[in-house]
């Protein structure tokens, strides 16, 4: 049961004012919660039982039950130490840099193991498999992260192209077709370049894959399948560091699903393409 405590934490800022409240006192409360009717918990946040359902929904639950459920397999765990973020701070020493870029690290995938649908995952390794060509956008640090999943499926002669540029992903994106897939990572899901090239791609009925933070962004609205990475800095100080990990997981589980499929024809390929990088070091 995935981490219902942290899909809320991570959703609560893009819900209207009605369900922020009801999030916000679940985030709160989450003991009463797991005892607590639908009823009851509208009676504590003055708001209607249409209102609490509609939060769920925004938050990807089914339903009030779901979420309850989704909450008790953690709740234990949320006072923990290890799941605290920490921010950078002039007076810290190497050995707390150390530790703490570690836990943020390990936090992040964590809470985008929580978030992460296994039935999205697999719809988008469907598509990935059966795709004409991968498009793979993305600007700042998503775009490392989108080289590194172009790096990836070319070994496995998968392919694949990822665009950093606003306007090579534009003129690609005119031409692109129905069995053609464009996977956007956009930390935000607001990023200007790749609304527009997602715009055209759209049009052209290519399919799109999103890899945004949790909650409702421009980029999710036009994707056939959503999938997220843990939005957890705090602050600008600290760079894209442990959403950088995050996606890096995604795409190393995308990865590695795609080469389950064709397994021994995979692995084939890895061999050959490594066996190339080392005739060539000789």
Request: proline content about 2%; glycine content about 4%; some cysteine.
């Amino acid at each position: 049961m995935q981490n219902g405590m942290e899909r809320i934490r991570q959703g609560v800022e893009i819900l209207n004012p009605s369900e922020k409240k009801v999030a916000k006192y679940i985030l709160q409360n989450p003991q009463e919660i797991l005892e607590m009717p639908i009823a009851q918990l509208s009676e504590k946040t003055n708001t209607s039982e249409a209102t609490i359902i509609r939060m769920c929904r925004s938050l990807h639950f089914k339903g009030f039950r779901e979420l309850k459920l989704s909450i008790s397999a953690f709740v234990n765990q949320e006072d923990s130490e290890v799941n605290k973020y920490h921010d950078i701070s002039a007076d810290a020493s190497l050995t707390e840099i150390i530790k703490s870029i570690s836990n943020n690290n390990m936090h992040s995938i964590k809470s985008t193991l929580a978030i992460t649908d296994p039935n999205n995952i697999e719809e988008a390794i469907r598509l990935l498999d059966q795709a004409r060509r991968i498009i793979v956008i993305g600007v700042g640090a998503s775009a490392i992260v989108a080289l590194d999943f172009e790096q990836k499926l070319k070994r496995i002669n998968k392919w694949c192209e990822a665009l950093i540029d606003s306007h090579t992903q534009l003129t690609t994106a005119v031409h692109l077709q129905e069995n053609d897939v464009v996977l956007a990572i956009s930390y935000s899901g607001e990023t200007k370049e790749v609304i527009e090239t997602l715009q055209v791609a759209y049009a052209n009925q290519a399919s799109i894959i999103s890899l945004t933070g949790y909650g409702t962004n421009t980029v999710q609205k036009m994707a056939k399948v959503n999938l997220f990475a843990s939005p957890i800095e705090k602050s600008i100080r600290s760079g894209a560091t442990a959403s950088r990990i995050a996606q890096l997981s995604v795409i190393d589980i995308l990865f590695t699903g795609l080469a389950s499929l064709n397994y021994n024809q995979s692995v084939d390929y890895l061999d050959k393409t490594r066996k190339a990088i080392q005739e060539r070091e000789k």
